[in-house]
């Protein structure tokens, strides 16, 4: 088993200001753990890594062509976006289709998380609104899968309702842990997220990827809208995005708040999950870039675009860069 070294320090000056302390999981398709940092057993909260196995039961229920949605409505409904104009407008679209309007989502509204998005959001003159949250196309999805099973629409971000019900039954199905040993709370955008091992989320995805590439229809859907729709993942200037985009779609990324971070390498047929144990978004991106070198599914030399990510500067007001968050020695 290959044993990576992934924490991360933020220097000032010449010595070391902070450490982040990371842990990871690496899964191949029949299980078996292959890499690791840390502990990889620890359990800790999925966030937004579940998404892609909380809009499967609609895929696989054959809702997405109930409603004529596409690859485009699927990708957002997988990825947390940056509230972008052509965000929102996929977003709106997939309730106008249901007949619904933005007050049925249950997520709050939320200033878009990318600049741009803000950007544009200011100079038209509007307040952020619930279809800027990150997770307005996942919440859309819950209502597509409310609607088409002939279930009621409101509630559908609760526990009890048979929306969330489906979910844990996919999350279930795919980490291969008991309903019993997954423990639920309430994410940011205010429905039912997950907690489990590192290793369940990682083997989730290898045999989400693995699946994937044995053409099992559901999987093959959301991994070819996810590949091939990386803006709607994420958005300008977006770490998944980015990746995906630097990659070609040869590593399917998903950034989880508090600095939980998966990934599937389709080439590899390998799950990755990391989680940065004080929740350190600075720390995520290089210690994921860290990890797919050592697995070779990047090169040591890494593109502009991502080379920014794996080594950033820390700048003080003035815009001096005075120190450098990078992989601890």
């Not at 299980?31 to 999925?46: I, M, N, Q, Y």
């Not at 590192?198 to 044995?214: H, I, N, S, V």
Request: charged fraction near 20%.
């Amino acid at each position: 088993m290959k044993e990576l070294r992934l924490d991360v320090a933020v220097t000032r000056g010449d010595s070391i200001e902070s450490r982040h302390r990371v842990h990871a999981a690496v899964v191949d398709a029949t299980g078996a753990l292959v890499a690791r940092a840390g502990d990889p057993e620890l359990v800790t909260h999925w966030r937004s890594c579940a998404k892609p196995f909380q809009v499967m039961p609609l895929v696989n229920a054959g809702g997405f062509d109930e409603l004529r949605w596409g690859d485009n409505e699927l990708a957002l409904a997988c990825g947390s976006h940056g509230g972008e104009p052509e965000h929102v407008a996929i977003a709106t679209s997939m309730l106008a289709t249901m007949g619904l309007e933005e007050g049925d989502l249950a997520c709050g509204a939320q200033e878009p998380i990318t600049a741009r998005g803000a950007r544009l959001l200011r100079e038209s003159g509007e307040r952020p609104s619930r279809l800027h949250n990150n997770c307005s196309g996942k919440h859309a999805a819950m209502l597509g899968r409310a609607m088409t099973a002939g279930w009621p629409t409101s509630g559908y971000e609760r526990e009890d309702h048979p929306v969330q019900q489906a979910v844990l039954e996919s999350i279930v199905n795919w980490s291969g842990t008991p309903a019993s040993s997954i423990g639920r709370a309430i994410d940011g955008c205010g429905v039912v997220e997950f907690t489990l091992s590192l290793t369940a989320m990682a083997r989730a995805y290898a045999r989400f990827g693995q699946a994937a590439e044995d053409h099992a229809s559901g999987a093959a859907r959301v991994l070819h809208a996810m590949r091939t729709r990386p803006f709607l993942i994420g958005g300008t200037d977006r770490f998944d995005t980015i990746l995906s985009e630097e990659t070609e779609g040869g590593i399917v990324a998903k950034v989880g708040a508090e600095g939980v971070h998966c990934a599937f390498l389709p080439g590899l047929n390998l799950g990755i999950a990391l989680k940065v144990e004080d929740g350190s978004q600075r720390a995520q991106y290089p210690a994921l870039l860290k990890t797919l070198q050592c697995l070779g599914a990047i090169p040591s030399e890494l593109p502009p675009r991502l080379a920014e990510l794996r080594q950033r500067p820390v700048r003080n007001t003035r815009g001096e860069t005075v120190g450098e968050v990078l992989l601890a020695s």
